[in-house]
């Protein structure tokens, strides 16, 4: 009886592989029609369901060819950090040189938090939380348009877009006013 949970589990396994499988098929197609952001997408869905090193190097190639730069040196670099094998090897050059390529060209942006914001400030980057302790550090940025937002209780929302370029490093200074306090009620 215990059996039989676990046929049913490998079978599920095995059907994530399967289409785990398809998907990188798919994927691969797309690229070699130019259709680089398709094929990203496809290769993220295989990806998550199952980790594999060549689907690791293809989704990079796929981030680098539609403009994901910085997710492209990150797939890169687990491609590389996963065991060479006969299958994966020819890759490895490929990879470091992609890597090579980009990283000069990838922006780094540092965003300050202006002291009185408060310890409840939410920093937000393209609809994305900033990790607090990320704040006043570069960070690696794809070039292009980007937005900033940044709340905090009794403060004024902050909304701020910025455009990066290529190999551009920059510091953005956040700054929030004070909320002006609601008029008292008079009698």
Known sequence: AAA????RAQEVVAADVATARDLFI???ALGQQG???EARALFERSLA???A???LYSLGAAQKHSGRWVEAIESFRAFLAEPSTA??????????AAIAELQPRIAHVTLVLAAGAGGDARVELDGRLVA???????RPMNPGS???AVTAPGRKPLRRELTVREGERTTVELVLQVEAAAPAATQ
């Open 4 to 7: 039989a949970p676990r046929a």
């Open 26 to 28: 798919q994927a691969s």
């Open 35 to 37: 259709k680089w952001d």
């Open 49 to 51: 369901l199952k980790r």
């Open 53 to 55: 090193p060549i689907t």
């Open 87 to 96: 299958g994966t090897k020819v890759y490895e050059e490929p990879a470091q």
């Open 132 to 138: 607090v302790a990320a704040l006043g550090t570069a």
């Open 146 to 148: 980007h937005v900033i």
